[in-house]
């Protein structure tokens, strides 16, 4: 019995050793630095939203930037921005862990300024006729959304869980969320739901334990709440913490074309 339990936590101190290599790595290398105070970190425009000059069409953006502090060694923060034709602002729909209600919808001009000293990078980007045709029911997803008081940044729901919640409401919406957003296999009210980059499937119990099997994603193996991945179309590694070690994503949009970063 005690050679038993000896075994077993040593199999606990592995498994737990390598879900945090990564976030640990990442903290004591400087890449995420948790000094200073978040209202004095750059909220700098990353150059990556359009202007109604450079696309007067409609537009439709995903993003994804390191969390604030220590958090950003685990994972990332993810928001939508939506822009109908015409109009000279964005909406930028996202949760937050310091509001009441946690869900926020705000208007802007610059949906793409980086987050609190981490730049963002795009993760979809439609425009024109398809974006057009999301944003009604990207509205509509974002007021039915169920639960827009909460935040928890592990295991969810949290920003990631919205994002990703949004995403499979929204038919023709497709985006691969990185490995690092912690909290998108968190689904409400159920364990089995459609992969967020389309053709495939995520089950997931709490967002503790699941897999995702899909075309964009590959292969993610969840456990505690951090992933790993292995995606065979566009090769690369899914670690938790580090994310994608390979080729570039698949970034989903301008009129339902796929391209990579």
Partial sequence: MGRRCLRLLGGLGLLLSLLLIGPLWLLASGQVSGGGHWSAASRVPEGLAPTPHEAPGAVVQVYAARAWGWRGAFGVHTWLATRRPGAETYR???????????LVSQS???PDRAWYGNAPVLLADYRGRSAEAMIGAIEAAVAAYPLPGAYYAWPGPNSNTFTAWVTRAVPGLEVVLPVTAVGKDYLPGTVLASA?????MTLSLGGLLGMTLARDEGLELNLLGLAWGLDVRRPALKLPGIGRLGMPPVIKGHDGETRGR
Avoid: D, E, I, K
């Fill in 92 to 102: 930028m729909h996202h949760v937050l862990s310091w509001r009441h209600p946690a």
């Fill in 196 to 200: 967020p980059g389309g053709a495939g």
């Fill in 108 to 110: 802007t001009v610059s």
